[in-house]
């Protein structure tokens, strides 16, 4: 995985935009941190402490929440300032059961269109292993 250096314009926008909160108050209390950020391809992390269900696995919900807000936010970067995108669909395959240490989301545009994107997010462990395999569809709408 390849850390981010300088945001390019387009996620410079975004951040501006959202006063440096891309991912909304959901993202900040479950503690995602947002590692690399374009329409291509982005990267997010979340504790696996703290989004845990009884058993102490993450929670698939937590699994949707990261993925939901890691692909909704490359729409956005990709509608730019005069569109925004909204999502219309998510799904989500759980494969690995996490218990500790950090969810990685990777996040790469399958579809990036006039009206919709497609992005896969793939969750996971600390040793690379996928967990999670999800798939989310934005609506790009105009302001």
């Known amino acids: 995985m390849t850390l981010p250096t300088e945001p390019d314009d387009a996620t410079k926008a975004l951040l501006e935009r959202r006063h440096g909160e891309p991912g909304g108050q959901l993202a900040a209390r479950m503690g995602i941190e947002f590692l690399k950020l374009s329409a291509e391809h982005s990267i997010a992390r979340m504790p696996a402490e703290g989004n845990t269900q009884p058993v102490g696995f993450v929670h698939g919900g937590a699994y949707c929440v990261i993925a939901e807000t890691l692909g909704s936010v490359s729409a956005n970067i990709h ?20 218990t500790t240490g950090w969810v990685t989301a990777e996040c790469r545009a399958v579809h990036l269109g006039r009206s919709m994107t497609v992005h896969e997010i793939v969750c996971t462990d600390d040793e690379g292993r996928r967990a999670s395999t999800l798939r989310i569809t934005n609506f790009i709408k105009s302001r």
């Open 79 to 98: 509608a730019g300032e005069e569109h925004y995108a909204v999502g219309t669909d998510i799904n989500a395959t759980h494969t690995r059961s996490i």
